[in-house]
């Protein structure tokens, strides 16, 4: 599999061809969203390379889908259709209110603090959000008060959505699934992070950012229990290909699922439809943008990482990068 990537990577890295991810983009345009990728057709290979990695699989390179890569994309297909089954688990009894508290206006930063001090894992959570790469300062923060005066009322709606999303990404149904939720979420946090902070740059709702990548890295959920229950299966080209356009279809249902509604009801209906495009609004490129540094900031290979890296970062704003940046610290420093 390392070879595998590792070539796929270098050809990027070294081919004239390629145009940068993301075009120029003067500072002083904050509103403006990042420019689409050039070679936006290069997606399906970052999504081969974060699946192989995510159940530690073996790439095929056959160009063309076996029998039962045809059964595990009949499968999804089925799934989609079956629009009276909740597609996450438990999903359709808790984020509709969950929602409703975190987006409300008058939601306030005493009832958010109430709601945490009275559960201990969210205790934690807020306590590990506010010493995380995102939020870090120069020395750790100890006390609970001291981390909520941080976070504010934005960071401690992520940290609720995380405590109470977060379960809806672990899988208990076999081997796969157990092998691969720790590295989706690892892949999901930093994603989020990334999302919120590009849309932070941009004078957009980080929330709102944060949520939709939440959401678009959950239907890899989906995608993992079709795989988990199918065995033989190849990784190959074609295969890949398709389990990330059922990736994109599967978060476009499980955000018109959700209620109430909210920008990624939008933005995951038109990467579904259209996919990504120079024509994709300014929430699926920094969605998209986000997907892929996340997927470098899992790369094992730091060095091939930075240098596929550096095209995206040199044309976000200089938030954007010192996230990133703070971000892959925080990954190398050991623990």
């Known amino acids: ?24 983009q003067p500072a002083e345009h904050a509103s403006t969203p990042l420019p689409a990728q050039a070679w ?7 999504d081969g390379a974060l699946l192989a990695w995510m159940v530690q699989g073996e790439p095929d390179p056959a160009n063309s889908l076996g029998p039962r890569e045809q059964v595990v994309l009949h499968a999804l297909e089925a799934r989609a259709a079956d629009t ?38 969210l205790v934690a959570e807020v306590m590990a959000m506010a010493n995380s790469a995102f939020y870090r300062r120069e020395r750790p923060v100890m006390e609970l008060g001291h981390s909520i005066q941080m976070l504010g009322v934005g960071g401690l709606r992520a940290a609720i959505a995380r405590v109470v999303l977060k379960p809806m990404l672990d899988g208990r149904s076999g081997p796969l699934i157990r092998r691969a939720a720790p590295r989706l979420w690892k892949h999901t946090e930093v994603k989020t992070q990334l999302g919120a902070e590009i849309a932070r740059s941009q004078g957009r709702d980080p929330f709102d950012a944060y949520l939709l990548a939440l959401l678009h890295d959950m239907a890899w959920s989906v995608v993992l229990r079709e795989l988990d229950g199918a065995a033989g299966w190849r990784l190959s080209t074609p295969f890949v290909g398709a389990l990330g356009q059922w990736r994109d279809r599967l978060a476009s249902l499980i955000a018109q699922q959700w209620r109430p509604p909210g920008p990624w009801v939008e933005a995951t209906a038109e990467l579904a439809q259209h996919g990504l495009g120079a024509g994709s609004g300014p929430e699926v490129l920094n969605l998209c943008t986000a997907d892929q540094l996340a997927w470098l900031l899992c790369d094992p290979s730091r060095a091939r990482a930075r240098t596929l890296a550096e095209p995206l970062l040199a044309s976000a704003l200089a938030p954007v990068r010192a996230c990133f940046e703070e971000l892959d610290a925080a990954s190398a420093a050991p623990r």
């Open 40 to 46: 936006h057709l290069r997606r399906p290979d970052f």
């Open 1 to 24: 599999m390392k070879a595998w990537i590792l070539s796929f990577f270098n050809s990027q890295a070294t081919d004239p061809a390629a145009q940068p991810l993301l075009a120029e």
């Open 84 to 121: 009276a089954a909740s597609l996450l688990p438990r999903a359709a009894g808790v984020v509709p209110a969950l929602l409703a508290r975190l987006r409300s206006d008058s939601s306030s930063l005493g009832e958010l603090v109430d709601h945490v001090s009275r559960d201990q894992t």
